[in-house]
């Protein structure tokens, strides 16, 4: 997706408009989407220019574009607008990589920028020969006891699947109504499911974070607001999330940063006509879960994601659910098809909800505690570990990210690229946490491939 951000003044025209972007953009070569600031995306000439090439046309406030850093800021249009540079900023914010500086034309500016490419996941990063450290999944296989369940459900496959067990399973160990649950295949389906059955007005996904909620509701024809956190710590303020927004997505712990937000600022973001969509894959990867929302089926509008993926090697198998308020849950399932969980997932469902399971997961979260202190204790002084991680995975920042990629793939070992990310870069690395030999050998092998890398920029 290009996206192309639009500065204009009050009373220009449609074919000024035009004009300025098919000056800096002859010949697209895909599709094209125009953002600029809220106020802007009123003008008769804005909304007519998009109308006319059919592009889609979003409008962000000026608070959002303001928090955007900007390579060309103007203290004069800060000052006017609240932004810096309306046309850079609303690019950056809606794409991710900035191709053409602003560039004004007249009463236009105009500042275009590349969107990141959201259906890109850790295992496009994989391959053979390589060890493993782009997917987030923490086993090559699932356990003894869980493969055993699982191969006792194919021989039982012959019967369709009955979902009413494992939704009574998951009822009971996070203590709701059968009603509030919502078994899906994967964690993922859900962000499709709530595309195709809401209608939201106003959609905030909050990023940086798992890029699929975004992607389903884009695919379905929804406008997507972006409310980008920023470093050094990627932490949320509830008061900046739209009062008007009736979909809103976050992450918890948040993929790719793995920051923890507190669950209090979570919940405030809980209200009567929203849909707060809490992601909590990773959930289980950390000792006690204690910024979960599993439980509050209190708060309006809330629906938590689930998945079993991560701590139970079953990313083939594709098993998750969501828990929200029975007439939310109903819509949702009213978009799936009949028997949309197969039989083998469900028995892995009812297995990894039982009492023994979750307390063998939270051995394992504390396990991963000791495993990603370990990795952060043997990274080179070169590297920036970004912001606090508490999940299976830490988000690195180092210089020459791209080359650095490329010379560790190079060297037998595959990370998450960072860019794909709306408000990342190419010089920010995603790496899951392994035992702590593998660790060891990863980060020596990336103070061995930082070396000549930075040797180079300092003679630069």
Known sequence: MIVVGIGARSGATADELLAAVDAVLPAPEGPVRLATLDSRAAEPGLREAAARRGWPLTGHPAATLAAVPVPAPSVRVAAAVGTASVAEAAALLEGGRLVVGKTVHGRVTVAVALDPDLRHHGDAEVGPGLVDL??????????????????????????YPDLRPARAAVAAAHRRDPAEVLLTAGAAETFTLVARALRPRRAVVVHPSFTEPE?????????VERLVLTAPGYQLDPAAVPADADLVVVGNPTNPTSVLHPAADLAALARPGRVLLVDEAFADTVPGEPESLTGRSDLPGLLVVRSLTKTWGLAGLRVGYALGPADLVAALAAQQPHWPVSTPALAALTACTTPAARAEAEEVAHQ?????????????AAVEVVADPRSSFVLLRVREGARVRERLRERGWAVRRGDTFPGLGSDHLRIAVRDPETSRAFASALAETLDPIITTEEVR
């Open 215 to 223: 992607a389903a509701l884009r695919a379905a024809g929804h406008p």
């Open 134 to 159: 782009a997917v987030n999944v923490r086993a090559d296989a699932p356990p003894p006891w869980l493969r055993t369940v699982l191969h006792e459900a194919v021989e039982a496959s012959a019967a």
């Open 368 to 380: 991963l505690t000791a495993h990603r202190a370990a990795l952060l204790a043997a990274l080179p």
